[in-house]
């Protein structure tokens, strides 16, 4: 009983690393940019990055930051009593 277990636990590891290697070759073939590049020039990789940090804050733009900037410096200079 115990060696038929201990070949089935053997077996179950065998066939997870079979699997685990043919993952990570197939994974490997695709995974790769088509040219050796991703992007073409410094400027297509710089523009990838500003149009990501554009689109994640819309609202972040100067004029809204000192808007708020000015509101926080507001609140801090309240007077004790107000508070």
Known sequence: MLRQLING????????GVVIVSSGVAWSNIA???D???YATRADFDQ???D???????G??????EKLR???????NAPIASK
């Open 70 to 76: 000015e509101i926080g410096w507001k609140r801090l």
């Open 36 to 38: 050796g590049r991703a």
């Open 32 to 34: 790769g940019p088509v």
């Open 52 to 58: 990501a940090v554009a689109a994640s804050r819309p």
């Open 60 to 65: 972040n733009t100067p004029a809204q930051r």
């Open 48 to 50: 990838a990055f500003a």
């Open 9 to 16: 636990l053997l077996a179950a590891i065998a066939l997870g």
